[in-house]
């Protein structure tokens, strides 16, 4: 008797419920759904991607956008720049340039004396990388956080008139944020504007993100002939900028051919 108590004992299933993941499983689940998008992320993908609930997933995002793990643009998420340099980005596209782009850039602000900007895409903004200027620089929105959005800088419509992927995510209804009065806030005089890049090579933002403030921007192209970042020179907004933009495309192309051979 005993024994087939026992027995019956260890045939018995457990149907005790499995534990739930924790706060900290799906923490790391977002940023996880986060990391591995090629662009921003709205809260109803990361929901469908995780399968969390909205309210759980808002509660989340709220914590880790506070720690910079996660931040908000627009209706959608980012990775946060914390996660961005514990991953130690420097150069999304291309790791390991900084030796190598930094002479040209440096040529480029004796030519120009005027701020030097690297960039590289991060989802619907730029992010710079790189910045040489002098006592006498123009001050822009951007100085705090060195990042900006990509539809009103120069460096934002060089990367986007060359990269498909990067238009593909630009909202396709609602109109652009307005910086300025000379913001581009729709996307068919912004795309008409892409097209004029693509022409001639270079981009230009006059006074669309800040006031006083114009810049001129080239694409870099890296290995298999892809966008991967923007020379950009700001300057101020009374300065012409066909005075700039020869010695910004000779910046851009010696860059890119530097890229390409190495």
Known sequence: MPTETISQAHTVPDERPASQPGSLERG???????????????????????????????????????????????????????????AGVTCPRIPGTRRLVLPYLLHLYEATRQTVNLAVPAGLEVRYV???????????????????????????????????????????????????????TGLAALERELAQVRRYGVAYAREEYTEGVSCVAAPVFGPGGRVCMAVAVAAPAHLPLARLDISVRGAAQALSGALLSR
């Open 28 to 86: 790391i689940d977002i940023l996880l759904a986060l990391s591995a998008a090629s662009g921003p992320v709205t809260l109803s993908q990361l929901c469908r991607s995780t399968g969390l609930p909205k309210s759980t997933a808002h509660r989340i995002l709220g914590v880790l956008c506070s720690r910079a793990l996660a931040r908000r643009v627009g209706s959608a998420y980012l990775p946060g720049e914390l996660l961005e340099s514990m």
């Open 130 to 184: 790189e910045r040489i200027y002098g006592h006498d620089r123009v001050r822009s929105r951007s100085d705090g956080d060195d990042r900006a959005p990509l539809h009103c800088t120069a460096a934002g419509k060089a990367l986007l008139a060359f990269d498909p992927k990067l238009r593909d995510g630009l909202p396709a209804r609602s109109p652009f944020e307005r910086m300025t009065r000379r913001t581009i």
